[in-house]
């Protein structure tokens, strides 16, 4: 079984990925990284990826070899002279279907070169919707299989025969699963031991104690007539921590009472001010 926990980049063969390789280079098969987190994209736009994935500090981590990508050309897996990959809806009505047959020799591709475990997930805007909580679970993990759907989406059989989990990136419909695809690895990676220069910072923000972050500010003291709250300017490290967890808890009643309410539901029996 494979170890779950990225290794340092040292005993990963950091040689055979430089930081000079480009993008799609960066995607190349590196066998001696099998144990670190891998993601892979089953799509009908492979040059999609990495795409934003392959910049800043997603990109410089895929460069250092504390992750990898793997896209993977579903229309290689299409039927025929024309490599057709869907068909029309069972029952009539617009568009077209993605077929089981086709999706499925991708899936039996794909599997064997990621560890047993790794999760399997149809981008669909019939899922559960992405949080931080399934991309901390999915860091926690081996990596993942992600599968891009296209025109009016997959046959449902398949979706049943591999079990596969449907995530959605919020309640709008997308052309296509690839740039969920990418948010969902961007929110996993970003979490993954060394990606951050700053451990801390993925512990203070957003949704890590189940709350939405306090505002932020920084230089000029003063801008346009507004100034930067005397709390912040004080010094007082201790004050200036209060505040910013009233402003959090302040903002997320506001904006996100179910936020707050499920916060208040999981921590009952504490002083939520504590
Ligand atoms: C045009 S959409 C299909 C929409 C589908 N007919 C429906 O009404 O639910 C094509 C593909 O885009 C992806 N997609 C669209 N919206 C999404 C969302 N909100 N979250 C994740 N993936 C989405 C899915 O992979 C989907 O199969």
Same mark, same amino acid.
């Given at each position: 079984?494979?170890?779950?926990?990225?290794?340092?980049?040292?005993?990963?063969?950091?040689?055979?990925?430089?930081?000079?390789?480009?993008?799609?280079?960066?995607?190349?098969?590196?066998?001696?990284?099998?144990?670190?987190?891998?993601?892979?994209?089953?799509?009908?736009?492979?040059?999609?990826?990495?795409?934003?994935?392959?910049?800043?500090?997603?990109?410089?981590?895929?460069?250092?070899?504390?992750?990898?990508?793997?896209?993977?050309?579903?229309?290689?897996?299409?039927?025929?002279?024309?490599?057709?990959?869907?068909?029309?809806?069972? *029952?009539?009505?617009? /568009?077209?279907?993605?077929?089981?047959?086709?999706?499925?020799?991708?899936?039996?591709?794909?599997?064997?070169?990621?560890?047993?475990?790794?999760?399997?997930?149809?981008?669909?805007?019939?899922?559960?919707?992405?949080?931080?909580?399934?991309?901390?679970?999915?860091?926690? /993990?081996?990596?993942?299989?992600?599968?891009?759907?296209?025109?009016? /989406?997959?046959?449902?059989?398949?979706?049943?025969?591999? /079990?596969?989990?449907?995530?959605?990136?919020?309640?709008?419909?997308?052309?296509?699963?690839?740039?969920?695809?990418?948010?969902?690895?961007?929110?996993?990676?970003?979490?993954?031991?060394?990606?951050?220069?700053?451990?801390?910072?993925?512990?203070?923000?957003?949704?890590?104690? *189940?709350?939405?972050?306090?505002?932020?500010?920084?230089?000029?003291?003063?801008?346009?007539?507004?100034?930067?709250?005397?709390?912040?300017?004080?010094?007082?490290?201790?004050?200036?921590?209060?505040?910013?967890?009233?402003?959090?808890?302040?903002?997320?009643?506001?904006?996100?009472?179910?936020?707050?309410?499920?916060?208040?539901?999981?921590?009952?029996?504490?002083?939520?001010?504590?």
């Amino acid at each position: 079984m494979d170890d779950p926990k990225p290794k340092p980049l040292k005993s990963h063969g950091r040689k055979t990925i430089r930081p000079t390789l480009k993008p799609r280079e960066l995607m190349t098969h590196t066998p001696e990284l099998a144990k670190i987190w891998k993601a892979q994209v089953i799509t009908l736009l492979p040059d999609a990826f990495p795409g934003i994935l392959g910049q800043s500090l997603t990109g410089r981590a895929l460069k250092d070899g504390l992750w990898q990508l793997e896209a993977i050309d579903l229309r290689l897996f299409g039927e025929g002279k024309h490599r057709n990959v869907d068909d029309t809806p069972a *029952g009539g009505g617009a /568009g077209m279907v993605l077929r089981p047959d086709v999706m499925a020799a991708a899936i039996d591709h794909a599997r064997p070169k990621i560890a047993a475990h790794a999760h399997l997930i149809y981008l669909s805007p019939r899922g559960k919707p992405l949080t931080q909580h399934m991309a901390q679970s999915l860091a926690g /993990g081996p990596g993942v299989t992600l599968i891009c759907g296209r025109f009016e /989406g997959l046959d449902q059989r398949v979706i049943d025969h591999y /079990g596969i989990a449907e995530v959605s990136l919020g309640d709008f419909v997308l052309t296509g699963g690839e740039i969920a695809a990418q948010a969902v690895i961007d929110a996993t990676v970003r979490l993954l031991p060394g990606v951050l220069g700053n451990e801390a910072s993925t512990e203070e923000e957003s949704f890590a104690d *189940g709350l939405l972050e306090h505002p932020q500010f920084t230089r000029p003291a003063e801008w346009r007539g507004m100034t930067i709250p005397d709390v912040l300017m004080s010094g007082h490290h201790g004050e200036i921590a209060k505040w910013r967890k009233a402003q959090s808890e302040a903002l997320t009643k506001e904006r996100r009472p179910d936020l707050w309410s499920e916060r208040n539901a999981t921590t009952s029996g504490k002083d939520i001010s504590e």
